[in-house]
């Protein structure tokens, strides 16, 4: 007789699995990009208001809307949300591989 032993295999992760390292992080950078998205609404309305205040014809933009505008493309790039092309008229442009 032998002496076998068993060896017990680690459960599998669920595809769906809320702590998998992945939908985490695309959860925090969807979580970033929303705060950022608030903050740079937030700003353009100042900015509109003090130059509305101070007489100019053209909304000056401040340099703290400019960086959230970077960092707004930024997340929206690395979540894949610049990927969609679509044309003027709203349709989704088709390539020629389809």
Known sequence: MSDEVEIEEEPQALENDPTEYLPVMRHHLHEALWANNMALSYVQAT?????YRNGLTMPQQSHL???LE???????GYLGLLDDEETEDGQESVSEDE
Do not use: N
């Not at 900015?47 to 130059?51: E, G, I, M, V």
């Not at 970077?70 to 929206?76: E, F, H, N, P, W």
């Open 65 to 67: 809307a400019r960086q």
């Open 47 to 51: 900015d509109l208001a003090d130059s």
């Open 70 to 76: 970077r960092s707004q493309l930024t997340l929206s």
